[in-house]
């Protein structure tokens, strides 16, 4: 019996095609986990490194919007923990998105200690937290 490429493709697409579905279902489980914790996630996703979260909300909820934004960032600590290549975030809001790049989390993670309480690091975080409103463009 001789080889046969379309059996080789149909091998490949089914293993593309595998691969696939873990990663929507594992996006799928972010955006659950998400909604678990009290967060009105629709969606989210990983783009270049960052995970992008797109809920409902507005930069006019104050506390109700920190309290969403804390969760959102300690979902992502948790995915890098795990071992996801996510190393920033960005949440989807009606009127702008928050956005904290790259290399933020990168100097986060250099500055961070175990002595490090709770307060500092929220502190830090919201300091280096970009609000970008829909008519801006901004560069990670």
Known sequence: ????????????LKTVLSVL??????YGEICSDLQTIGVPAHSAYLQ??????????????????????GGIFFV????????????GIAVELDE???????????????WISESSDDEA?????????RVVRDTESDQP
Request: charged share 15%; hydrophobic share 50%.
């Open 48 to 69: 270049d490194s960052m995970l992008v979260v797109s809920m409902s909300g507005s930069l006019a909820e104050g506390d109700s919007l920190l309290k969403h934004y």
């Open 76 to 87: 992502a600590v948790d995915s890098i923990v795990a071992g996801w290549d996510v190393f």
């Open 96 to 110: 702008a998105t928050l956005v904290f790049r790259t290399c933020d989390m990168i100097e986060l993670f250099e």
């Open 121 to 129: 690091i929220a502190e830090w975080v919201l300091n280096h937290t």
């Open 1 to 12: 019996m001789g080889f046969d490429p379309l059996l080789k493709v149909s091998s490949t």
């Open 21 to 26: 579905l873990i990663i929507s279902v594992s």
